[in-house]
């Protein structure tokens, strides 16, 4: 019996993670975060401090712009990606907390829903514009599932 229940929490998380990498690829897919190639090269190093012997005031501020452009891209690219992903972790959460009725992938979509939502605010925590917003309205939105979902079960 104990194996079992180690069994399907072990499923449940597995299942959690791929949804998870499932929507990584495919976000990253569809809309691609800056490749760093594009941005630097041997005429424009990533970093350039006045030790190195090719160094020069003029290098040095095209590398800075350089580095700006490149983070400016990758905030840009982050807050597609927590626009994507706060809603497919709520819309997970919900599927797994009132559609689902197989106890397993129930639990599973719960966590999925939970981890894209916790990875969108986390990693996109500089860029996302509205990150304490929806860093609120997440927690609200899961406090109001959990709440229903122990109501309903014990009715």
């Given at each position: 019996?104990?194996?079992?229940?180690?069994?399907?929490?072990?499923?449940?998380?597995?299942?959690?993670?791929?949804?998870?990498?499932?929507?990584?690829?495919?976000?990253?897919?569809?809309?691609p975060?800056?490749n760093e190639?594009?941005f630097?090269?041997?005429?424009?190093?990533?970093?350039?401090?006045?030790?190195?012997?090719?160094?020069?005031?003029?290098l040095?501020?095209?590398?800075?712009?350089?580095?700006k452009?490149?983070?400016?891209?990758?905030?840009?690219?982050?807050s597609?990606?927590?626009?994507?992903?706060?809603?497919?972790?709520?819309?997970a959460?919900?599927?797994?907390?009132f559609w689902?009725?197989?106890?397993?992938?129930?639990?599973?979509?719960?966590?999925?829903?939970?981890?894209?939502?916790?990875?969108?605010?986390?990693?996109?925590?500089?860029s996302?514009?509205l990150?304490?917003?929806?860093?609120?309205?997440?927690?609200?939105a899961?406090?109001?599932?959990?709440?229903?979902?122990?109501?309903?079960?014990?009715?």
């Amino acid at each position: 019996m104990q194996v079992v229940i180690v069994k399907e929490h072990f499923f449940s998380i597995g299942i959690a993670v791929l949804l998870l990498m499932t929507l990584y690829y495919g976000v990253n897919a569809v809309v691609p975060p800056p490749n760093e190639k594009a941005f630097f090269s041997d005429e424009i190093p990533r970093y350039v401090s006045k030790a190195d012997p090719e160094y020069t005031p003029e290098l040095k501020k095209r590398a800075d712009e350089t580095s700006k452009n490149y983070m400016e891209a990758r905030k840009q690219h982050q807050s597609i990606v927590c626009s994507i992903y706060i809603p497919a972790g709520l819309l997970a959460l919900l599927i797994g907390s009132f559609w689902l009725k197989l106890e397993l992938l129930s639990t599973a979509f719960i966590f999925g829903g939970l981890f894209m939502m916790i990875t969108a605010i986390a990693s996109g925590w500089d860029s996302y514009p509205l990150r304490f917003i929806a860093s609120v309205l997440t927690l609200l939105a899961v406090i109001w599932i959990v709440k229903r979902q122990f109501q309903i079960r014990r009715a």
